[in-house]
């Protein structure tokens, strides 16, 4: 139980596109789904807290023009990479509120913007 | 000073060995702890939740929590191989998952055979 799974695992684009990557949580509903930042050799950094039904809450520094949350159904929240740059190329990992008292994962995306 | 401090290794130790994974911090707010395993190139795995001060044992893997002295400890007994990955400590003000994680660096971990 607990299975977050994101879509896609990696994508190279274009710098000036934009990518949405997708977050589900396969056998729970996640009334709150996270997403995170994980550059080469550094910590997960949060960006954004998003919960169904509402707007997104980002983390100071989070440019929210520049990456677009929607928590549209209680098992599905995209991020959006808008105009990506090759200085957005990272891991963004996703993870989902359980029914336990913590959060679980997404496998991540790979994004590379060249 | 950063809020969450891990030596990021590498950790290399023979198989079998007891191993010693270690987080400070410097928020008293935080409440939760958690230890996520994480492969290269995958999400974090939950391995433990504690809450508060103590000890929690499961399996192999035995997470401490000091509060007074804001450390936080992860051990693995006879340690695997296939243990070999990034330990990283996470914690939190507020239980449930409600609120995002503050994550260490993560320990590079090597269990040589």
């Known amino acids: 139980g607990a299975v977050v799974s994101q879509h896609p695992s990696w994508v190279i684009c274009k710098s000036g596109t934009s990518v949405k990557i997708e977050c589900r949580s396969l056998?729970?509903?996640?009334?709150?789904m996270f997403w995170y930042r994980q550059f080469p050799k550094q910590s997960l950094m949060l960006m954004a807290t998003s919960n169904e039904g509402s707007k997104a809450t980002y983390e100071q520094g989070v440019e929210k023009d520049k990456f677009l949350i929607n928590h549209a159904s209680l098992t599905l929240s995209t991020l959006t990479v808008t105009s990506a740059h090759p200085e957005d190329s990272s891991f963004y990992i996703c993870s989902a509120r359980g029914t336990r008292e913590t959060q679980y994962f997404g496998p991540g995306t790979r994004l590379l913007v060249l | 000073q950063k809020e969450v401090e891990q030596d990021p290794g590498p950790l290399s130790v023979p198989e079998g060995a007891i191993v010693s994974l270690n987080c400070t911090y410097s928020?008293?707010?935080?409440?939760?702890f958690m230890w996520y395993r994480q492969y290269s190139r995958k999400g974090p795995e939950l391995l433990m939740y504690t809450y508060s001060s103590g000890n929690k044992e499961d399996g192999r893997f035995t997470a401490q929590v000091d509060k007074s002295s804001k450390y936080i400890s992860l051990f693995i007994r006879d340690s695997q191989p296939s243990d070999s990955a990034t330990y990283l400590c996470?914690?939190?003000?507020?239980?449930?998952?409600?609120?995002?994680?503050?994550f260490g660096k993560g320990t590079h971990l090597i269990i040589q055979p």
């Open positions: 056998d729970f509903q996640a009334t709150t």
């Open positions: 996470a914690m939190s003000e507020s239980g449930g998952g409600a609120d995002g994680l503050t």
């Open positions: 928020n008293s707010a935080f409440q939760y």
